[in-house]
């Protein structure tokens, strides 16, 4: 079924407490696609500068991902620059370069406006409304946000909130959007806003499920050696509406498969800088993992 991203590409530079790398592949967009192609046929909707390299647009080609929504602008590609401590789990924005990122207004190809999933990357609120505004009538609406976002674009993000049908977000988020401190208040006060389903980010400590009726959870996958944290999330939900995609629907077990999936696709991710541990992945590869979490979670 068709699944439609829309979000950034990067050039990240990352720090952490064993090692550094300058100028690596990276980008919301980008770490979603590679993992959700694995499921089914991605379109990318995004900017990039003119420095964008080749070996990275053919990279992307050759998972399968449509890339005909993909700008090129005049100057340089969005750069990010991040640090993180020995814990993993707290990271220190060093450096932001917009660059095209800047006036970026999304331009959604005339072939996937009728796209039937669609997911809204991290990027500005209004960024992510203009893109949405082009899709004619899409089935579900997942969409991921920030507490930049939350802090400068509140209103933006809360009438978006409103329009979309799912939002993935961490513990951090969800009390600074809600100023709730106990979690399962601050994921229902998420939902008054609108999104029927709230997805909960925990790091190591896995993902939440939760609609009105019901709640899931499941634990991230034991990974013995992290690398490299940045894209873990978006690898997550592109392992989710994947799958969903490639099902059809947004069932209950759908939904429950779908957390499987995104919690294995984010395991591979973390264990390499950049992309090159979702590049030239197999669904089976995925798909033992996913068997692996489910005998976790099973009596």
Known sequence: MSLTVIGTLAYDTIETA???REEILGGSAVYFALA????????LVGVVGQDFLPKHTEALKAAGIDLEG????????FRWSGRYEPDWNTRHTLDTQLNVLEHFDPKVPEAQRGARFVFLANASPQVQARGLDQIES??????????LWIDIARDELVELLGRVDAVVLNDEEARMLTGEDNLWRAAAAVRALGPGLVVLKKGEHGAFLLEESWRFTVPAYPVVNVVDPTGAGDSFAGGFMGFMASVGDSNPSTLRQAMLYGTAAASRCVESFSTDQLEGRSLQEIEGRREELLAMITP
């Open 18 to 20: 064993h090692d550094k």
């Open 36 to 43: 959700s192609s694995l499921f089914t046929p991605t379109s």
């Open 70 to 77: 993909l700008e090129v602008a005049d100057g340089r590609t």
């Open 138 to 147: 899409p089935e579900f609406v997942m969409m991921d946000t920030m507490n």
